[in-house]
Structure formats: structure tokens, C-alpha cells
């Protein structure tokens, strides 16, 4: 069946039935421009919803949007040694500011237009930022910075998915300076908990939330907070990080404050972001063969209502169709009205059913005469397709009824394949049987002996990486010393790896 | 006393008022990037409210928001023959996609990582989008089109001014396609009405709609529709504008659609914008020497409390204009919940009421312990700096009745501005002299000859360009023939001209 949608089945490729996705719900599409996608209209919506909820978040705890420039001085990499390794590399360099024509009717870059100074455009901002911050510090008065950003930013992808990575993506990066360490690290757990909560909460996908091993942590933090989602193949998705960056950009620009006892310290800084990736998160969770499953929370449309009349019964239906669905838009649900279409285009309902599936719609209220003259409605639910016939008075009840349920049963079952998927490993064999298969191996917690070098030779021998040291233990036992799955080196603690996204 | 804000008084020098605002009421200020800006919190606060506002008018009429891609590959822009006059000249133009190390501690674009076509940052986004509706329309049943992003773009400006002109910037560009040159006719002109609505009932800046002249429409459009507004130093800014693109862009990117009756014909377009040059618009009309004058609909702070107390009442008075504060935000004025701040900081209350002047809050509140003991509060008026003593339990009344009379009597006064600096003026002399100082000199209404050759004239000798062809004449005998206020030649009807920024 799936394949009449266009879609290939997971269980055939689910790489393929990603891509097949994506297009067929109609999220977005590969552009012309080499990694970058086009967000059409249905996806940009959902980032929409998933932005509002964020920001509102962000904004509830005393942040502020402001907005930088979108290009940085080249030199301005220069100045901290391990962010120009993990940022200069591959990004767009603006060296021109204008065309010019080349005499045979094409258009050449002028070569007197050539800048003095290369721009880079943003792959982070974290140096134009600070560069800016050295103004706007002087006094502990001045602390905190709290501010935030929703900005475009570019890094040269040489292996681009659409949502997962991209070369051009949106996301939102927060940029915030305190007086004191402690402070830095209150903030950057205070953000980790709000991308949690907005996961767990909204999108229904639970995480481990953890600090990075240094070989994965951002360039030029002093640690790095993740969490970290399972996909149905079972690999990892780094959904959001929080860092706290210490010092470092203080000093590579200079930033120091006076403290309320008149001495000059340099600022601590974090900073973190979630992106478009999380709409790729979001696919890899919940979606199945028939198309997009969605959060109602985060779901552009909640309600489909496909009206079922053949020409004589049109008015009537179409208009039974329109009062229900301004009774729902008049209800709200977790804080929103409801979030309703009504599909009277001219085509067929078996044809619009699967539509509405393909694009996530949660519920789908079928209304023909039958229907209207025994006062009734058929409701189904999209992650079940359970349907159920209710009296037209209760249909209001019933929705929200459903999209409660239906918001838990996704959070519920996708915690129950995080858990079923997540294993303790003690010897080596079993930990390269578990990453053997094609597909991801799931989330194998291991003794790990803290080295860069096992890091590595274990992701050389089985695509594995570290994803996190959890905050919390997933289970107490994690927390006690052993020995290092690889080399048998005594291990800290038990570390979370997968193959990842 | 402006000077002691760090303010120019505007009479002293209109310019630097309004460079001295911008900064001062710390909504933006230039960054180390070539003529781009930083938004610092509260002037994007300003434009997330704008933004909102235009965006519910948007999607009430049917449009739907997306993205593409920010880059645009240079070819694209030969396609146009008008548009790439009118846009490839100055812009950003990305050669490489990766820095190396110079050898001496630097780096270098890579020279074995340049791109074999540049890419251009987009400087509006015509030919990238419809680029993408080739695929996306097949027939009739594809359109009408109607959709628009939020994004920034880059245009290389020489005389960049904050939030006026400056290379990076932000806007929304619609764009949409459809079947007909009537419908795309009425969609322009419908977007031209939400422009003059917003700008009116929300900035409270009074407009006049017009037509471009040939010699200043947009390049690639059939004909250019636009809001001018007039600021206090009698100049005109074009606010917005809305393109009917006639089958320009759908010729040079082959987008055709199967009508009804099964023939091919090309698509019809329109693209409409407006920016944050919007936020200059508002400034540059209603502010004063002691700073921002912001409408209530789109003011980030409404009321500011000044909770007036000594260490000893300190816990009293704070704990009243908290309570207060409580009582203003959970009412709702336009439609939205009052946006309210209390300012505890510890600076004087001289320094307070100056300083949200300066940002432009509507009210101020000043509550201290005599007033709690009399039961009342004083409220204060931005514009007008009169003052009230009101009844605590009367306070919330008040303020709405405030924000209705402050929204009402800011556009009155501006409609004044415009209206007794519009005059009609019918020989070279007079109108010589009406350009003839350092301001603007205001809107002048005038007969022209229709060819582009005066037009280049009156401009090279008096500044003056012509704002538009009014849609509706501003006075009924303004569409009445006559002749050319500079070669004598027969008019078809007065057209308004203006020096403008």
C-alpha cells in the first residue's frame, strides 16, 4: 500500500522511506543550491509551531531575541584556536561584492569588487557575538546577558539530508554571559531542561540527556550538554546541545567586567541551539508507512474534515462540515484554538484519507448524509486508525479527548522503544554484534576507559560513537566503576553509545 | 535638555536626532560588518510585533509561509534582463566554500575550493523562487500560489543609515502566481491595502498609495504599487511596495500552467515586501528630542511602573507595583495582554522616567508610599507628558483609555504633518523653491509631462523624485490634465514629488 503513496516502507529502506517522506507529506525539497533544501509551505508550519512553543519557553524564563550579522570577518576565526578547527573548514566565503558583466552576456564577480577581508557566512555566531558583547560589558551590572537568537546559518555539507543536515538550516542559538562560572553552568542546565521538556513534552520524543566526551563536544566549549533521541532504526539523533564555553570567547575577545568588589574578571559564557534538525527527530520518531505522524501539540493540522457528498448533497454537507469545524476552531486545546481543515476539493475521499495521512493530520472526521441525518460523525485517530462513530454534539468532547490521548500513546511508545533498545554490554563481542546490522543497534551503555584513543578505535571498528556520559544514570548501576568494554582499563561509569544521525 | 540624554535636538540637526535615537533608545547599532546592523532586544521586541501583526494579517488572507534558500546561483540572474540591472550590481558574492591555513598563522579562502559557479546572498528572492515553481505548477488546479517567508538579505549599500538602508536586512517577500493578470491585479493591490492598514491603524503613519513612475518601479515588474509616508523633516520613505510582475518571471524561468480549457499559457505573478526599514519609518515619524514615540499597538512596553521608594518603604511600594503590574497584564487592550515592566533597578526615578522616554514606553507609572497611602497613582502620558492622578482601583481603566487616545491622537498628528505639508504647486519657480533648503520639503503635488527625461531633470536640479502617481488623487482636481511643471508639456494628472530617503 505504501508503495501507491510513494513511499518506500521502513522496512524495505528506511533511508529511502525518509526521503519518500519528506516529499510526500509535502515538508520540503532538495533546492538547486548544492545542500540546501526549500521548506514548503506544510513544513515550515510545523517549524512554525515548534518555534512559537520554544520561544515562549525561552522568553518565560527571561530571554530576549536580538538579531547579529549574518556575516563574520574572517579573522575573527582566527582568534580561538579550536573553534577555527571545528568551524572554518567547510563554510561559504564571500569574497566579492559585486558582478559584474564578463563581455559575452554572463555575469563575472568584479574583480575591482574584491573585499579587502573575506566574510564568512555564520556557520554559529558565537565570534561576531562576543565581539559585540566587549561593548556592552563593562560592570557586574551589566550581567546577565540573556539573549537569543532565530537566524539562518550555512556550513558546506558533503553529505546533506534534508531536515538532518543541511547546508543552509534555521535554528535558534542563545548567547548568554554571566559573572560566575556557577552561573554559566546554572544556565546551560536550565536550557538543557528546556529542550528536554520540549521533546518529552511536545514533539513526545523522551531523550537522554548527558554531557559530551571531549572528543564530541562543540568547538571551543569547555563541555558540552546533549540530548539525544532514538530512531525507529534504531541510531541516534543529537536533538539539541547546551554549552558552556568557560572563558574562551571572553578571552579571545577580550570581554572582562568589574565585579561589585572593583576587580576586572573575564565573563563566562554558554550558548545553545536546536534546529530544523528536530523536524527530521520528529519524522525518525513517530512516522510510518502511510506518511507523517504528528504531535497534536506540534501539529499543523489537528483535524482533517472530509466531507463525503456527491453533487446533490453538497451544500448540505459542505455546510455541516464548516459549522463543525468553527465549533472546533472555537475550542482550544493545550492552550490553542484547534488547528482544523476542511478538504472540499474535487477529489475522491479514499484519495484525500490517504492525503491527510501523508501530511499528519491527527484526527480525521468523515462526514457524508448518512452521517448528518443519524446526527453522527465517524472519527480515526491517525496513529491507530482506530475510528469510532460519535453523536455530532459530542464530536467537540471526543477531539479533545482523542488528542490527549493521542499526544500520551506517542510519548508512551516511544519510550518504550527507547527502552526496550537500550542494553548494557560487558565484552567486546557483544558490543560489535550489537552494532553489526545495517540498520542502528540501539543505545548500548558501556564501560568506556575515558580515552580519546578507545574513543576512536571503537569507532573505527563499528561506526559506534559516544552520544553521552548521562546526567542522570539511566539506571544506578551505570554509575559504578568496571572496566573499559574495549581495552578492560578501568572505566568511571558506563558511557551511552549508538550509531548516529 | 535632550543633549543631556546624548540626543541632538532635531531642530539642531535631524540627522544625527536620529542616529543619537536609534542608539540611545538602544534599538540597533552599526556592527564591525560593512554597513550591516546589530538589533539589540529592544528594538527586535519592536519588530517581533510588527512582524506578528503583518504575519495574522497575511495568513488571514490565505497566504502561507515557507523558506528558500538564502543563496542564489549567479546564472539566475542573467535570466531577467531588468532585474539583474537593477540587482546584480551590488550584492555578496560567495566564491568559496572553505578557509585554509596561509602558513603564517591565517587563513585563506582555499584556492582548491572555489565553486565553479559563484552563488549570490540573495538580494531579493524572485528568481530562486520561481526556479521552484516551475515544478510546482502543472495546471490551473496549482494556483493560485500565495506564499511568503520572513527572511534577510544583502544588498551592498554605500550610504548605509540604521534600519533606512543597510546591507543586511529584514523583511517578508511574497510571492505568488496565478492564472490571471486580473487576479494578480488583485493581489497586489489587496497586499498594498494590508500595508496602508498596518501603517495606519498600527504605526499610526498616515500614507499615501500610488504608482511607481517607469523610471522607479522595481526591476522586472509590469508596475510597482507603493505606501510613501512623510517624516518630520518633510521627507518622504517609501514603506512598502507591491509588484504586479506581469509574465516576466515566468518567461525567463518557463513556469506554464494547463488552464481549464487545456491550452499552455505562462503564469502571472506578483511579489510584495516590506522591512525593517519600517522601524525608521515609525521613528522618523512620530519621535521626539527625549526619544521613542511608539504606538501602543506595537509599543514592547506599554506601561512602565516606577515604583518611587526609599530603603525603608522599598518593600511596600515594590510589592504594590508588582501587584499592579499583575492587575494591567492580565487585561487586554487590542487584543493582546497589556505589556507591562516595573523598573527596580537602583537608579534614581529622574533617571527612570528619562530613560523609558527614551525607549518609548506609552504610560508611565510613578507609585511611591505617599500615593499608596492616598490610595492613587500618578500616570503620565508619552506624547504628551501630561499627567494624571488616578484612584488605584481606577488605574487599569485609565490605562486603557490612555493607549485608545495616545493610538488615536498619534496618527491625527501625523495626519496634520502630512496634510499641511502637501501643496500644489503649478510653475518651475515655486516648485524649485519648495526643494530649495536642507529639509525636505515636504509632498509636493504637480503636473509632469509623463517622460522619463523630465523626471531625470527635476531630479538632478531639485533632489525631488517622483513618490508615486496616487491611486486615488489626493484632491479630486488632481486628475484633472494640465501642464508639465517644468517643460510646459501636457500632463495627464498631478503625481506627488518629494525628496526622499
Not at 546577558?145 to 542563545?174: D, H, K, S, Y
Not at 491527527?362 to 448518512?370: A, K, M, V
Request: charged residues 25%; aromatic residues 10%; glycine residues 6%.
Amino acid at each position: 500500500m505504501s508503495k501507491d503513496l510513494g513511499i518506500t516502507p521502513r522496512g524495505e529502506n528506511y533511508a529511502e522511506w525518509y526521503n519518500d517522506l519528506v516529499k510526500r507529506a509535502d515538508l520540503a525539497e532538495n533546492s538547486v543550491v548544492r545542500g540546501c533544501m526549500v521548506i514548503k509551505p506544510h513544513g515550515f508550519a510545523l517549524w512554525e509551531l515548534m518555534r512559537d512553543a520554544l520561544d515562549g519557553m525561552f522568553k518565560a524564563s527571561g530571554h530576549v531575541n536580538a538579531c547579529f550579522p549574518l556575516l563574520i570577518p574572517k579573522s575573527f576565526f582566527e582568534r580561538e584556536a579550536e573553534h577555527v578547527e571545528g568551524f572554518a573548514k567547510e563554510c561559504a566565503i564571500v569574497t566579492h561584492h559585486r558582478l559584474t558583466a564578463d563581455g559575452q552576456g554572463g555575469l563575472i564577480p568584479d574583480p575591482e569588487a574584491m573585499l579587502e577581508e573575506p566574510y564568512v557566512i555564520r556557520p554559529t555566531s558565537e565570534t561576531i557575538i562576543w565581539h559585540s558583547y566587549k561593548n556592552w560589558i563593562q560592570s557586574y551590572r551589566d550581567l546577565p546577558i540573556l539573549i537569543n537568537q532565530w537566524a539562518n546559518v550555512m556550513r558546506w555539507e558533503l553529505r546533506p539530508r534534508l531536515f538532518l543536515r543541511t547546508a543552509e538550516f534555521f535554528w535558534q542559538e542563545g548567547h548568554t554571559a554571566h559573572a560566575t562560572y556557577e552561573e554559566a553552568e546554572e544556565e546551560a542546565l536550565l536550557i538543557l531542561g528546556i529542550y528536554r521538556r520540549f521533546c518529552e513534552e511536545w514533539m513526545c520524543v523522551p531523550v537522554v540527556a548527558g554531557i559530551k566526551s571531549e572528543g564530541e563536544k562543540f568547538a571551543g566549549a569547555d563541555h558540552t550538554y546533549t540530548i539525544e533521541t532514538m530512531t525507529q532504526d534504531l541510531r541516534a539523533i543529537q536533538a539539541g546541545t547546551s554549552h558552556h564555553l568557560g572563558q574562551n570567547f571572553a578571552k579571545a575577545f577580550d570581554v572582562k567586567y568589574q565585579s561589585a568588589e572593583g576587580k576586572e574578571e573575564f565573563v563566562w559564557a554558554t550558548s545553545w541551539g536546536v534546529s530544523t534538525r528536530l523536524i527530521g527527530t520528529l519524522i525518525m520518531a513517530h512516522s510510518d508507512d502511510k506518511g507523517l505522524v504528528c504531535p497534536p501539540r506540534i501539529a499543523p493540522v489537528q483535524v482533517a474534515i472530509i466531507p463525503i457528498a456527491r453533487a446533490d448533497d453538497r451544500e448540505r454537507v459542505f455546510a455541516a462540515a464548516d459549522q463543525l469545524a468553527e465549533a472546533l476552531r472555537s475550542s482550544s486545546w493545550s492552550g490553542l484554538p484547534l488547528r482544523v481543515k476542511v478538504d472540499k476539493s474535487d477529489k475522491s475521499p479514499g484519495f484525500k484519507f490517504n492525503e491527510w495521512e501523508l501530511k499528519g493530520s491527527c484526527l480525521r472526521i468523515e462526514l457524508g448524509p448518512r452521517d448528518l441525518d443519524a446526527n453522527q460523525a465517524v472519527i480515526a485517530r491517525r496513529d491507530s486508525s482506530e475510528k469510532s462513530t460519535v453523536a455530532l454534539d459530542q464530536v467537540v468532547a471526543q477531539v479533545l479527548a482523542s488528542l490527549d490521548s493521542l499526544q500520551n500513546s506517542l510519548f508512551d511508545r516511544a519510550t518504550v522503544l527507547l527502552e526496550s533498545n537500550t542494553k548494557r554490554v560487558d565484552n567486546w563481542e557483544d558490543f560489535k554484534a550489537a552494532f553489526g546490522g545495517e540498520g542502528g543497534g540501539g543505545f548500548v551503555v558501556a564501560h568506556w576507559d575515558g580515552t580519546a584513543e578507545t574513543e576512536a578505535r571503537i569507532n573505527e571498528e563499528t561506526r559506534a560513537t559516544i552520544r553521552c556520559i548521562p546526567i542522570v544514570p539511566l539506571d544506578p548501576a551505570d554509575a559504578e566503576p568496571g572496566q573499559c568494554v574495549l581495552t578492560g582499563r578501568p572505566s568511571k561509569q558506563r558511557v551511552v553509545f549508538a550509531k548516529a544521525y
